[in-house]
């Protein structure tokens, strides 16, 4: 009976050792980085990654990619874009309200500016399409619900003249965590 409870103790000092050591590397790599908070939002490498080769899945016959993130590899097969919210919170606003707004930091990937198409506009639990606008071409670019590649020519003045909804697209907004 002693013996079990030691042992049980020696695990819990032991998972107890491991976690400080991983949390205490974990603020010495975050001391270390040095964040941008100008607008537009710019994203660091805790927040998104990128996978650049897909490797294809003879097994389903689906396209999979492997994302190498802080954490180690993830591979996925039905989603292909990784947001990690460890340092930033994000809220999603409506484009007239977020795309222009200056306490809006957007998060931005080199020229494009990611954005959220609702697929019903009247539920806000209804399925989201995930699209980047080009800010130098003026081109919305998103995968639709029966994967065709969509692309939106004269976006942004599509949205100004009123011949889009700006309520069905939404920019994420990036606000710093206090911790």
């Known amino acids: 009976m002693l013996v079990g409870f030691i042992s049980i103790i020696a695990m819990l000092l032991a998972c107890l050792i491991v976690f400080i050591a991983a ?5 010495c790599r975050a001391q270390q980085t040095v964040w941008d908070h100008t607008t537009p939002f710019s994203v660091g490498l805790n927040e998104i990654t990128f996978s650049k080769y897909s490797i294809e899945n ?46 809006c930091k957007k998060v931005e990937f080199y020229n494009s500016v ?3 198409i609702k697929y019903d506009v009247m539920k806000d639990t209804s399925p989201k399409l995930v699209g980047t606008y080009s800010k130098t071409r003026d081109r919305l670019y998103y995968i639709d619900h029966e994967n065709k590649r969509m692309m939106v020519t004269n976006f942004k003045r599509r949205i100004s003249l009123g011949l889009m909804a700006a309520s069905r697209y939404e920019v994420m907004c990036a606000v710093a965590r206090k911790y």
Do not use: I, Q
């Open 23 to 27: 949390l205490h590397n974990r603020v």
């Open 58 to 103: 003879y097994y389903t016959d689906k396209h999979c990619l492997s994302f190498l993130t802080l954490r180690g590899t993830e591979s996925t097969c039905t989603k292909y874009f990784l947001l990690v919210d460890d340092w930033y919170s994000f809220e999603r606003r409506t484009w007239d309200k977020g795309y222009d707004a200056g306490d």
């Open 114 to 116: 990611l954005v959220l």
